[in-house]
């Protein structure tokens, strides 16, 4: 069984939505972090958003603040991505990751020490 299953992800047109969802077990379901990179060719993996599940503080790139929210299930060791009003620029494979943070702060969270990787979910938005 893999630790992390994404989902969700598809082409759409500029301004719709979507909604990523990653479902944890085993090891990784106890990880206190989770949440999405994204990555394109070429290009480094990115930090999409991620969440502290304890505490639900959040961490959000600045090129998707106010139009993607990370949310969890702590209940089904699920973590969603909704992303809305997309653009062509989002376009990329997105993938779930836990982590386990070494320090408080949120950055931690987002590069800890312990990652784990969804096999990842493209996203495509056509202009």
């Known amino acids: 069984q893999r630790p992390l299953v994404d989902s969700g992800g598809g082409s759409v047109q500029a301004g719709d939505s979507l909604r990523l969802s990653c479902t944890s077990s085993?090891?990784?379901?106890?990880?206190?972090?989770m949440g999405w990179f994204r990555e394109t060719p070429g290009k480094e993996r990115e930090a999409v958003a991620m969440?502290?599940?304890?505490?639900?503080?959040?961490y959000y790139v600045d090129s998707v603040k106010g139009r993607f929210t990370i949310s969890q299930d702590n209940a089904k060791n699920m973590v969603y991505l909704q992303m809305d009003s997309l653009k062509p620029e989002d376009t990329a494979t997105y993938y779930c990751?836990?982590?386990?943070?070494?320090?408080?702060?949120?950055?931690?969270?987002?590069?800890?020490?312990?990652?784990?990787w969804g096999q990842g979910t493209l996203v495509t938005v056509s202009s």
């Open positions: 990751k836990t982590d386990r943070p070494r320090y408080g702060s949120m950055w931690s969270c987002v590069r800890g020490y312990q990652e784990v």
């Open positions: 085993g090891y990784s379901s106890n990880s206190p972090c």
């Open positions: 969440i502290w599940s304890s505490s639900g503080r959040t």
